[in-house]
């Protein structure tokens, strides 16, 4: 089974630096993998040429809502993917708010990449598995999933994004097993599992895994011999 490798450039670079790093892309032997990048939006045409991936969507199709982007207009470019919920949004956003997203970018075609992790505090009071089923279910509410509907799972604690450590290989598993437990509870059963959070070439070796489907990089992203050493790695 080819990993899927998801590249969040969040808003790291200029339309004149990603210019550069897809030209750099060129090198990327990326058929035994499913690349799927996320630029900022203003740097969508430069990779277009790739699996693109919205950073966020909004759940209304049209309206006054200055700053926002549907998953509706994003449906009408072709984009197959979202991420939803993840750890720099969930600052803003509700679980009410990542359900409505969820709704929205299925109701669109469009695979939701639902980000899910526990912070610091949650960890230190063993609290991990309890916020990450409540975060599943929540976003999944009221969701019936049809067949040809498919989901991704992106588990990265929190805690951990934007360093350089990352959890051990043991650590991921065990929780991968619990996540696919809760899904399996929920009904959903069509699904990839990512891991994210200070994924990078220095540690991808080491959390190498055939009991999940792939990654979510964030930093490393941006850095072309980064990415060519993981996908070396994992394909
Ligand atoms: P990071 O980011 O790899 O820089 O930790 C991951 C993410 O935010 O999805």
Redesign the pocket.
Known sequence: MKKTLVC?Q?MYLTYDEAVLIEKEMKVLDDKDINLIICPSYLNFNIFKDYELCSQDAFYEDKGAYTGCISAFDLSLRGIKYSLVG???RRLYDTDEVINLKVKALLKNMITPIL?IGETKNDRELRKTSQVLKKQLEKAFKDIKLEDDMKVIIAY?PRY????KNTLLKEEIEDIMVYIKKVLDNMGINNYKLLY????HDKNIESIKSDNFDGY?????SIDINEIVNIIKCIK
């Open positions: 969040n969040k993840h750890s720099e980000c990265e951990l994004i934007g360093g994210g959070g200070s994924v979510l990089l964030g930093a490393a």
